[in-house]
């Protein structure tokens, strides 16, 4: 079956980073094209990051220049570097996978940025 699993949450001062990672099993990772989502308590889960099979990225306006997503396909890993972490990062981050018409989830990891 296919798991997509977080890791690297945790809490951190303002200003501080972070790295998330994603590892996914039971899909042909390559040619999916994986993203970070996130979602704060009472506000809607929105989009942070992705990147296409071709390494192609986008990003949410709030966090061009901060964060930075990529790649490893010879691990089946997904990765977020969050850097210059602002209170209003505070949320889940969840990981997705995305191909075609199949979409997976990750079961999301706490991010809190607090001093």
């Known amino acids: 079956q296919v798991q997509l699993v977080e890791s690297g949450g945790g809490l951190v001062q303002p200003g501080g980073s972070l790295r998330l990672s994603c590892a996914a099993s039971?899909?042909?990772?390559?040619?999916?094209?994986m993203g970070w989502y996130r979602q704060a308590p009472g506000k809607p889960r929105e989009l942070v990051a992705t990147?296409?099979?071709?390494?192609?990225?986008d990003y949410a306006e709030s966090v061009k220049g901060r964060f930075t997503i990529s790649r490893d396909n010879a691990k089946n890993t997904v990765y977020l570097q969050m850097n210059s972490l602002k209170p209003d990062d505070t949320a889940v981050y969840y990981c997705?996978?995305?191909?075609?018409?199949?979409?997976?989830w990750g079961q999301g990891t706490q991010v809190t940025v607090s001093s």
């Open positions: 997705n996978a995305k191909w075609i018409t199949r979409a997976y």
């Open positions: 039971g899909i042909i990772f390559k040619v999916y094209t």
């Open positions: 990147i296409t099979s071709g390494a192609g990225t």
